[in-house]
């Protein structure tokens, strides 16, 4: 469908690589190190993960091939329209996922599709609902699965997805980090 361009995942992250994957597309994994994934404070909570995707492209965007299409990602988890980002540790962790526990949030990924000449960027939205989780389960997990590089402390596709998640509505793979049926409509009509 895609066949005048090669394809670039622009993510480190193996969830993203095995979604992308999952389309059936030829594709290869490039990573810039320590790109700058600020945003301005009075941004949006809804647009801050596509700015922070565009921010991205852009970086990558000064060293590709004229044949080459890049996808850049970026995740974020909100909760009553406060951003939860990574955990830094153990106790930060432990404090997301009780503030998660009993209540719904929005996990939102912003995408940019780039080429030298074209770039689209979207956002898909899911609401995630936990049951409440006991101090055990949180400790559990967290000890277990170590979630400090994932947005709000979680993995639904993990443990805590398993047991924890009562409610879900829109797409599971946008919560594990890439909406792909939107990645695959929007490389359709690229």
Partial sequence: MITSYKVVLASNSPRRKELLAGIDIDFEVRIIQDIDESYPAD????????YISRK????????MADDELI????TIV?????????PHDEADASRMLHELSGRSHQVITG??????????????????????????????????????????AYGIQEWIGHI??????????????LPVQRIYEALRQF
């Fill in 71 to 74: 996808i850049t990602a970026d």
């Fill in 78 to 86: 909100v909760l009553d329209n406060e951003v939860m980002g990574k």
């Fill in 56 to 63: 991205k492209a852009a970086v990558y965007q000064e060293r």
């Fill in 111 to 152: 995408v940019t599709l780039t080429t030298t000449t074209r770039q689209k960027s979207f956002s898909v939205e899911t609401d995630v609902t936990f049951k409440t989780l006991s101090d055990e389960e949180i400790d559990y997990y967290v000890q277990h699965y170590k979630p400090f590089d994932k947005a709000g």
């Fill in 43 to 50: 941004l949006p909570t809804k647009d801050i993960a596509e």
């Fill in 164 to 177: 924890g998640v009562t409610g879900l509505q829109g797409s599971y793979f946008n919560v594990m980090g």
